[in-house]
């Protein structure tokens, strides 16, 4: 019987690229949202930075641009025969999703803290403008960390389950990278907004 | 011994000090910081478009799909300035 593996690489890597095209139109319509918001309440938006810690969003930028540099030589290990290399490189992917996720834990407990969290009277007592800015911070990160979330389960199932082939690879790399440019942009939006 | 590793280490090389720039740039004033949001955020994502997620080496198909989703984003957003920025 002929086990071997029959895949449509172009059309593989086409169907997932009109999947991540939802992805982009889905937090294209959020920075559309943002933009609508900050043209109303440019100076609210700016308080509303003030409260960001820049230091912990430049290092989640650091880990999450780190994690995309070891998926991607994950996938060239892979496609040059070092597949031992290429696992290491995944669990290394996985390892720097799971440090974003902790330090964004950290960064939300201290939002949480100082009631700046929606339903809470404080937030609830601020200007409209600082309000929405928080109301769009907790939407777009949090949309941003479930899609991380996704993305851990799949590249740790791909792992755990022996399915590294580099097409299967390339497909998870692609979304991981998606992943991280949504990041790319968040970062000057909220954490350099003051 | 082709040095595959090079290349997606130049990439991420070229991410960190763009981020890096970015940075210093927001602190210098509204208008650096703007100039930082229009230019290098777009700068990085397309570098991570074009040498991460490979579509320097895809066909003609792959890189007008995310193209035109891209290029829709943007007449939106266009739209959407037409229209608040001149009220």
């Known amino acids: 019987m002929n086990t071997a593996v029959h895949a449509d690489a172009e059309g593989t890597r086409l169907g997932m690229w009109l999947f991540l095209v939802t992805e982009l139109v889905l937090f294209g319509g959020l920075f559309m949202a943002y933009a609508y918001q900050r043209q109303l309440h440019g100076a609210a938006f700016h308080v509303g930075g003030q409260a960001m810690d820049a230091r912990l969003g430049l290092t989640n930028t650091a880990v999450l641009i780190t994690s995309s540099l070891t998926m991607a030589l994950a996938l060239e290990a892979a496609r040059h025969g070092a597949r031992g290399l290429s696992r290491a490189f995944q669990g290394a992917t996985l390892a720097l999703g799971l440090a974003f996720l902790a330090i964004k834990a950290v960064e939300w407990s201290a939002k949480f803290h100082h009631g700046l969290r929606p339903g809470h009277p404080h937030l609830a007592s601020l200007p409209p403008g600082e309000q929405a800015f928080f109301g769009l911070y907790f939407t777009l990160t949090g949309l941003h960390g479930l899609h991380v979330v996704a993305g851990l389960l799949v590249l740790g199932g791909i792992l755990a389950l022996g399915k590294d082939r580099p097409l299967v690879l390339e497909c998870g790399g692609l979304y991981w990278h998606l992943v991280d440019i949504v990041w790319i942009f968040l970062l000057p939006l909220f954490y350099l907004a003051a | ?87």
């Open chain 2, 1 to 87: 011994m082709e040095r595959w590793w090079i290349p997606p280490l130049g990439t991420w090389a070229a991410l960190l000090v763009l981020t890096a720039a970015l940075a210093a740039l927001s602190r210098l004033g509204p208008a650096p910081a703007l100039l930082g949001l229009l230019l290098l955020t777009p700068t990085k994502a397309w570098l991570v478009l074009r040498h991460f997620m490979h579509l320097k080496g895809e066909g003609l198909l792959l890189r007008v799909v995310p193209a035109v989703a891209l290029g829709t984003l943007l007449i939106y957003l266009s739209l959407l300035f037409s229209d608040v920025a001149f009220r």
